[in-house]
C-alpha cells in the first residue's frame, strides 16, 4: 500500500460512469459510503484494518486503501464524488457538507462535485503540492509516468513550496517529485485525458 505524506492539495473532481447513486441513511458521524469497490479494498479505522464494500459507511480519520488493479467510488455528503485507482491511499482528516475539509491522498484519484451546489474549501494532502478547488472536476495522480493535475472543469490552484499556479479548463500541469517546481501550464489531448481518467475507472 502507498505511503502517505503530509502536504497540501486543495481539489475537485468526477465519478464512476452510468453509476446510479441510492444514498444509504447515514447515521450520526457518518459523511459517506462506498458506492462500489473492485479487488482489494480495505478501510482502516482507529488501527482497526477492515475490507470495503459497497455501502460501507465513511467517518472522519478514516483511510481507504486500494490494492494492485483495485478500484473504490466513494460519495461524501450525497454530493462530492471521488473516484480512486489502483494502490492510492485516501484519507478523511476532516469534512463537513456544504463547508469543505482536509483530505491527504497518494496515488491517482477523481474528485467531482456539481456545479450546482455551493463551492466548499477543501484541502488535499500529498507529497507533491497542494491544491485549492471549489467545486470542480479533476485528476490527480500518475500520467505519462510522472505526477499530474488536470483540470476536465472548473479551476484549481496548485502550490508548491515556491510556487502558485492556477489552471483552468483543459488544462494540467506536471511535477517531477517532492518538493519540485510545477513544469508549465500546457492543454491536454483526449489520448492524455482518456488515458489519466481510465486509470481511476472512469471514462474522460
Known sequence: ??????????????????TCVTSPVLAAGE??????TQGDVVLERAATRMPLGPDDALRER????????????????EATQINLG????????????????EI???GAMVFDRP????????????????????????????SQGVFSVFVARGAVQVRTTDVLLSLSS????????PGA?????????????????????LPS
Not at 500500500?1 to 452510468?18: D, E, N, T, Y
Not at 489502483?86 to 475539509?101: H, L, Y
Open 115 to 142: 456545479d450546482d451546489l455551493p463551492p466548499i474549501d477543501l484541502t488535499l494532502h500529498s507529497a507533491f503540492a497542494r491544491i485549492g478547488v471549489r467545486g470542480t472536476r479533476f485528476f490527480l495522480g500518475p
Open 31 to 36: 459523511i459517506g459510503w462506498a458506492v462500489e
Open 170 to 177: 483543459g488544462e494540467g500541469v506536471e511535477i517531477a517529485g
Open 104 to 106: 491527504t491522498i497518494g
Open 1 to 18: 500500500m502507498p505511503s502517505l505524506v503530509r502536504r497540501h492539495f486543495l481539489i475537485g473532481s468526477a465519478a464512476f460512469a452510468a
Open 86 to 101: 489502483p494502490e492510492t491511499a485516501f484519507g478523511i482528516d476532516s469534512f463537513v457538507a456544504a463547508i469543505g475539509g
Open 62 to 77: 478514516d483511510l481507504v486503501q486500494t490494492g494492485v488493479q483495485s478500484y473504490a467510488e466513494l460519495f461524501l455528503n
Open 181 to 201: 517546481a510545477p513544469g508549465d501550464i500546457v492543454n491536454w489531448g483526449e489520448a492524455r485525458i482518456a488515458a489519466a481518467f481510465a486509470s481511476v475507472g
